[in-house]
Nanobody
Framework: QAQLVESGGGSAQTGGSLRLSCSAPGYTYSRYCMGWFRQAPGKEREGIAAIGRDGSTSYADSVKGRFTISKDNAGNTLYLQMNSLKPEDTGSYYC???????????????????WGQGTRVTVSS
């Protein structure tokens, strides 16, 4: 079972940028739909970006046009480039993977089997 590890979280000011990374040593993601999720204090975890096996992407409306999900060619590392950050982007960010047999790449957390421990992002005004 893949152990996903996020990195790159931290603090930024409104309008700033951060890039998150997610890796799983010894595994590649080429056969998996991968996603980024976030959870703000007191709120449910929400899907914000997903990338399919073919490289197709989908985003939550709240981050569309500001965040970009990508993966390296080897499929070893997943990224989330976050630009034009807002205070409401504050929260814990998680990367996750669907099982290889999943037929649909979705933003629904329940569809993901493998999760990282999360990395914290704080955006100040």
């Amino acid at each position: 079972q893949a152990q996903l590890v996020e990195s790159g979280g931290g603090s930024a000011q409104t309008g700033g940028s951060l890039r998150l990374s997610c890796s799983a040593p010894g595994y590649t993601y080429s056969r998996y739909c991968m996603g980024w999720f976030r959870q703000a204090p007191g709120k449910e975890r929400e899907g914000i970006a997903a990338i399919g096996r073919d490289g197709s992407t989908s985003y939550a409306d709240s981050v569309k046009g500001r965040f970009t999900i990508s993966k390296d060619n080897a499929g070893n590392t997943l990224y989330l480039q976050m630009n034009s950050l807002k205070p409401e982007d504050t929260g814990s960010y998680y990367c996750a993977a669907q099982p290889p047999h999943a037929s649909t790449c979705t933003l629904v957390p329940g569809a993901y089997w493998y999760w990282g421990q999360g990395t914290r992002v704080t955006v100040s005004s």
